[in-house]
């Protein structure tokens, strides 16, 4: 599938002409050899668009990164030609303070079981926002189109690869994913008697209060088990009661 009729991501460096990132190429390598950078990103003409920006939000990979151990050299060409895909993470936090977590439906095919925020692909003709809402809707239920954000906000960009280590198989997916958070004038409470989670997709829903979500990052950086889940910079933008 082309650049045409999926969004993929290209990387822009030095002021040049942005270049299509091939699935065996980590977009953070592509910015030094730290598994750390701070960027810029947007969406133009379908293509999220991401350049080196010292002010910018942070771009993570985890040390253990598939790609950054796999020599792109040693994979099919198709599989080099395949390109990174986009998704979305809405951190949905409530008047009182409260995050929006969703635990995958078990029997998905990529990271069953595991508590993330809600969120999907990016799809063409979508800013980052509309796809976040439009997944909130499909995964919970909870259309939150009618309610005015007044300034939703890219917290960081994770690179995220399945499966998560070369230990457990060659990789099968990449993305960077793109959390956005979107501040809501209800409370957890409000928001929870619209809760409609789509059992296809979800199997539970919580509302995490700072100090949970503290705990759920405060795994170091490179343990065998950590998920792709909310990056350690959102904490910092989450208040604790």
Not at 77 to 96: F, K, Y
Not at 166 to 187: C, D, K, M
Request: aromatic share 6%; charged share 20%; proline share 7%.
């Amino acid at each position: 599938m082309d650049g045409f009729r999926k969004v993929l991501v290209w990387v822009c460096r030095d002021g040049a002409a942005p270049q299509r990132v091939h699935f065996f190429q980590s977009v953070t390598g592509h910015f030094g050899t730290t598994d750390l950078v701070r960027v810029s990103c947007q969406v133009e003409r379908n293509r999220l668009v991401v350049s080196e920006d010292p002010t910018g939000v942070p771009l993570k990979r985890p040390t253990f990164c598939p790609i950054k151990h796999q020599s792109s050299t040693a994979a099919p060409l198709e599989a080099q030609q395949r390109g990174v895909d986009v998704g979305v993470a809405v951190i949905l936090q409530s008047s009182n303070h409260r995050v929006l977590l969703t635990r995958r439906a078990k029997h998905l095919r990529i990271f069953p079981n595991l508590w993330v925020p809600p969120g999907g692909h990016l799809e063409p003709n979508e800013t980052l926002v509309e796809a976040g809402l439009r997944e909130l809707k499909e995964e919970t239920g909870l259309d939150m189109e009618a309610e005015k954000f007044p300034s939703p906000k890219i917290l960081g960009v994770w690179e995220s690869v399945y499966p998560l280590m070369l230990s457990r198989g060659y990789p099968q997916r990449h993305h960077l994913v793109v959390y956005i958070l979107l501040r809501s004038t209800r409370t957890h409470m409000q928001l929870q008697e619209c809760l409609r989670p789509s059992p296809a997709e979800v199997s539970a829903c919580l509302w995490a209060d700072g100090r949970l979500v503290s705990a759920v990052v405060a795994a170091a950086d490179g343990a065998a088990d950590e998920p792709h889940g909310l990056p350690t910079s959102v904490r910092c933008h989450l208040r604790v009661d």
